[in-house]
């Protein structure tokens, strides 16, 4: 699957392994994550697009504050193991 900025992803190794994390950038097969909390959308952490699993979901980065992501990724990790 090709990933794309927006798309909330789960990461699949290292310290963050099993968390829900949104793409922030794209550049040179590397994906730079940022999950609101940790990595804030102003610093995200970069990572091998090997080491991620994305799902279908896309949202907008568009003046998405680290609060507002916070709140998504909560509700999205809910929603997927209920």
Not at 1 to 6: A, L, N, S
Request: charged share 35%.
């Amino acid at each position: 699957m090709d990933v794309q900025t927006g798309m909330i992803v789960r990461s699949a190794a290292g310290r963050d392994k099993g968390k829900f994390m949104v793409i922030a950038a794209i550049a040179d097969g590397f994906v730079y994550l940022a999950d609101g909390k940790e990595r804030k959308l102003a610093s995200p952490k970069k990572k091998n697009e090997k080491h991620i699993c994305p799902t279908k979901t896309v949202i907008s980065t568009d003046d998405l504050t680290d609060k507002g992501l916070r709140k998504i990724l909560r509700e999205y990790a809910e929603k997927d193991f209920s």
